[in-house]
Nanobody, 129 residues
Framework: EVRLVESGGGLVQPGGSLRLSCTASGLAFGEYVVGWFRQVPGKEREGVSC????????DYADSVKGRFTISLDNAKKTVYLQMNSLKPEDTAIYYC??????????????????????WGQGTQVSVSS
């Protein structure tokens, strides 16, 4: 029932910026976490960032800290990923993912792909001169 749709990918020069959007339908009950993951052929899936609807707490991969910012618009059920100072190594297919959660310290927000039940189709981000 949950559907995630990404947009905003494209080709950008090193040092440039892009903003990805992920709009969710069907995430109508309870609290949830939405995250971004990326994949490159021949490499493991990498968690980029995620955010919780409980308290807007976030998590970032070390490789993107200080460059990427995730934000959540609960009313629109949309998550944004602002990507600045892009590098060629950021090139990948970026996937939006989500899972339900609860307001408990036993369940902190974590960039672990096995926790995410729902996935979007992906959007290509290419950073090249």
């Amino acid at each position: 029932e949950v559907r995630l749709v990404e947009s905003g990918g494209g080709l950008v020069q090193p040092g440039g910026s892009l903003r990805l959007s992920c709009t969710a339908s069907g995430l109508a009950f309870g609290e949830y976490v939405v995250g971004w993951f990326r994949q490159v052929p021949g490499k493991e899936r990498e968690g980029v960032s995620c955010i919780s609807s409980v308290d807007d707490s976030t998590d970032y991969a070390d490789s993107v800290k200080g460059r990427f910012t995730i934000s959540l618009d609960n009313a629109k059920k949309t998550v944004y990923l602002q990507m600045n100072s892009l590098k060629p190594e950021d090139t990948a297919i970026y996937y939006c993912a989500a899972h339900y959660t609860v307001a408990s310290t036993l369940f902190p927000v974590e960039l672990e792909s096995y926790k995410f039940r729902y996935w979007g189709q992906g959007t290509q981000v290419s950073v090249s001169s």
